[in-house]
Nanobody, 116 residues
């Protein structure tokens, strides 16, 4: 069973940058698809970015060109580098691990607030 812990959230001004981390326990990290989701107040949770075990990536249109997802299998850690942040990026950000059998594990979330 994978356990996930997010970190790196905080308060940042518009146009600023943050890097989120998702540390995973367990020995199957490298074969799982990993994703970042976010949920803003009053809104549904939405997919931000996904990275496959082979390193292929996919992004929501709203973050393309601004966010970069990556993973370090040696460290069992996934990252989300966020740049040119906008107030509408304010949300709780969650990481998700999905096995080949489509079993999902979620982290507890980390708050990102973009405000001047």
């Amino acid at each position: 069973q994978v356990q996930l812990v997010e970190s790196g959230g905080g308060l940042v001004q518009p146009g600023g940058s943050l890097r989120l981390s998702c540390a995973a326990s367990g020995s199957f990290f490298r074969i799982n698809s990993m994703s970042w989701y976010r949920q803003a107040p009053g809104k549904q949770r939405e997919l931000v970015a996904t990275i496959t075990p082979g390193g292929s990536t996919n992004y929501a249109d709203s973050v393309k060109g601004r966010f970069t997802i990556s993973r370090d299998n040696a460290k069992n850690t996934m990252y989300l580098q966020m740049s040119s942040l906008k107030p509408e990026d304010t949300a709780v950000y969650y990481c998700r691990s999905r096995t080949r059998g489509l079993d999902d594990t979620w982290g507890q979330g980390t708050q990102v607030t973009v405000s001047s």
